[in-house]
């Protein structure tokens, strides 16, 4: 039996979605009769795919003729079936990003990170909204399986899309962390910064919060007198004005330092050192920066939102995501109470263990067995 496993969000940053497709396709082997291989659009062969697939052992299937942006746009008008955009029949077909293209055949499996499209409209982009809600209602009802990635959107699934229970399998992300960092000094040299920090790691748009942390951070600078920058370390998404604007209007914006996308190895760097990591965001399907923050020992500041609680455990400083005061309080918490961010730093590192790319990639293999066996 012939699986094949959507590997496209592999060309994409190493954000959400292509870190959960790449680290569990580096993971699943043939065994039990069941074969991998994986499916990528490489228009002319233009990526990169020994450093992009680096670590990915099954064989991946090219197809060169079609950019990937120009199938998804007509691949509703297309009446070739999908099948015939790679060589070889396979019996399941697994799609890490949503949506399950037209005209398949065989089995599918698809995931679903989250309802952010239903449930935080506004805060996407709107071409991104539109081919969602296009596609969404075909790819439940096409798909013999859904996986998502934590109980909350299990339950979120059940609720909006009207999915039984049972047609869902949560398959949990994990921490993503090289051993590799990158030198302290070179790294504050690089980016500015003069001594303590408070992070954030994530993509600069609105269901991130990042304009409530800003003000927030404000109010501890002109409240507490906190001697902290704030890093905001992450690439720029999309319908980010209203957050460049009131970085603009606040007191303290010469403390706060954007970095833009940055390594693997900086962003380690940044977590060993900060002095609190602050994750507000309103709405998450899981939330990998939490956890990789704990893994480097670093006292975690989270929303009280969504999948969070569920990730993060007793291990973090739970705030109101809605209300800059709280977010403010919690990060002084965690900056002036030592036991309790002493504490934390230590659930953290044993809660970040609960969570492994190899348990869920043996997760992901069982659901794909019983998909091949219904």
């Known amino acids: 039996m012939k699986v094949a496993l959507e590997l496209q969000p592999c060309y994409w940053d190493r ?25 990528v659009f490489n228009f002319l062969g ?17 197809n060169k003729l079609l950019h990937y942006g120009i199938y998804r746009r007509i691949w509703r008008y297309l009446p070739v079936p ?17 949506i399950v293209p037209p005209n398949i055949r065989g089995k599918v499996i698809t995931t679903v990170h989250d309802l952010t499209y239903l449930r935080y409209p506004e805060t996407m982009k709107k071409s991104n909204y539109q081919h969602l809600t296009r596609g969404m209602d075909y790819s439940v009802k096409r798909s013999d399986k859904i996986v998502t990635v934590s109980h909350f959107s299990k339950q979120e699934i059940q609720k909006y899309l009207k999915v039984p229970e049972e047609k ?21 040299k690089k980016y500015g910064i003069r001594g303590d920090y408070i992070l954030f790691v994530g993509t600069i748009e609105p269901r991130k919060n990042v304009a409530r942390l800003l003000r927030a951070f404000d109010l501890l600078k002109g409240d507490s007198k906190i001697p902290h920058q704030l890093v905001l370390a992450g690439g720029k998404g999309w319908q980010d004005e209203q957050i460049f604007q009131t970085f603009q209007r606040i007191k303290c914006s ?21 002095s609190a ?25 989270c929303a009280d939102a969504a999948s969070l609680p569920e990730v993060v ?11 800059e005061t709280s977010i403010a309080r919690g990060i002084l918490r965690i900056l002036s109470d030592h036991d309790r961010t002493s504490g934390l730093i230590q ?10 790319w190899e348990r869920s990639a043996e997760r992901l293999f069982v659901v794909c067995k019983e998909v091949l066996q219904q």
């Open 15 to 39: 954000t959400g979605i292509g870190t959960y497709t790449y680290e569990l396709a580096k993971r699943m082997k043939n065994k039990d009769g069941v074969e991998f291989c994986g499916n």
């Open 46 to 62: 233009r990526k990169n795919n020994e450093e992009l697939m680096a670590g990915i052992t099954m064989p991946v299937r090219e």
């Open 82 to 98: 999908h099948e015939c955009m790679f060589p070889g029949k396979v019996d399941l077909s697994v799609f890490f990003n949503f």
């Open 168 to 188: 869902i399998s949560v398959v949990y992300n994990a921490p993503s962390l090289t051993e590799r960092t990158a030198d302290y000094d070179a790294v504050c």
């Open 254 to 274: 010469d403390d706060i330092v954007f970095t833009g996308y940055v390594s693997a190895e900086e962003k380690n760097t940044l977590y060993q050192n900060a």
């Open 277 to 301: 990591f602050v994750f507000p965001s309103i709405y998450e399907g899981f939330g990998i920066p939490p956890l990789e923050a704990m893994t480097w020992g670093c006292p975690v500041v």
């Open 313 to 323: 455990g007793e291990a973090a400083e739970l705030v109101d995501p809605l209300d």
């Open 347 to 356: 659930k953290g590192k044993l809660r970040a263990k609960e969570f492994s």
